[in-house]
T-cell receptor, first 111, second 113 residues
Framework: TQLLEQSPQFLSIQEGENLTVYCNSS?????LQWYRQEPGEGPVLLVT?????EVKKLKRLTFQFGDARKDSSLHITAAQPGDTGLYLC???????????FGGGTRVLVKP | KAGVTQTPRYLIKTRGQQVTLSCSPI?????VSWYQQTPGQGLQFLFE???????NKGNFPGRFSGRQFSNSRSEMNVSTLELGDSALYLC????????????FGSGTRLTVV
């Protein structure tokens, strides 16, 4: 069974601070996807990382895929209240037609 | 273009009943996946359909079933509902394999009483 461990489970920070969310597994994934989910809505794709060691930036968000394609991190610089939400990492198998989700990190950015 | 549409948004059913949920994927997307989201278990994969064929199935009992039509629309059915089936059911679509990401619908919130 492939498992993705996300940490921390909950983060509460002040506006302007930085934060990092981690996603770890003992399994290799063909891709690692990050989603953000708001209450009452479905997850929204933020980024997909495919190559080991890959780093992608999306404005103030930086995503990294581990060299061995088993772990990933999401770093937010100068967080804003609009970054509040549930962040989910999800790993895709080689066939790509099933996602294994981490437990999620609930981020609260206070103004 | 229109996103993934799930109907209904909310549903209340009695234990023992059955329910059918509907999902219309993004136009041109042929892969439709279903996930169950609960506070305790998070997001868990139910099944995935591509061109009317089930390609992958999660670890759920046979009470959970699905199908996909020729226009890529999909339905999932849960029979003999149990209290533990209360959850947010999410549908996601992608062009083919989902290696590069999925588009999720807003979900159907099912409450079993």
């Amino acid at each position: 069974t492939q498992l993705l461990e996300q940490s921390p489970q909950f983060l509460s920070i002040q506006e302007g601070e930085n934060l990092t969310v981690y996603c770890n597994s003992s399994s290799v994934f063909s891709s690692l996807q990050w989603y953000r989910q708001e209450p009452g809505e479905g997850p929204v794709l933020l980024v997909t990382v495919v190559t080991g060691g890959e780093v992608k930036k999306l404005k103030r968000l930086t995503f990294q895929f581990g060299d061995a394609r088993k772990d990933s991190s999401l770093h937010i610089t100068a967080a804003q209240p609009g970054d509040t939400g549930l962040y989910l990492c999800a790993g895709a198998q080689a066939a790509g037609n099933k996602l294994t989700f981490g437990g999620g990190t609930r981020v609260l950015v206070k103004p | 273009k229109a996103g993934v549409t799930q109907t209904p948004r909310y549903l209340i059913k009695t234990r023992g009943q059955q329910v059918t949920l509907s999902c219309s994927p993004i136009s041109g997307h042929r892969s439709v996946s279903w996930y169950q989201q609960t506070p305790g278990q998070g997001l868990q994969f139910l099944f995935e359909y591509f061109s009317e064929t089930q390609r992958n199935k999660g670890n759920f009992p046979g009470r959970f079933s699905g199908r996909q039509f020729s226009n890529s629309r999909s339905e999932m059915n849960v029979s003999t509902l149990e209290l533990g089936d209360s959850a947010l059911y999410l549908c996601a679509s992608s062009l083919s394999a989902g290696n590069y990401g999925y588009t999720f619908g807003s979900g159907t919130r099912l409450t079993v009483v």
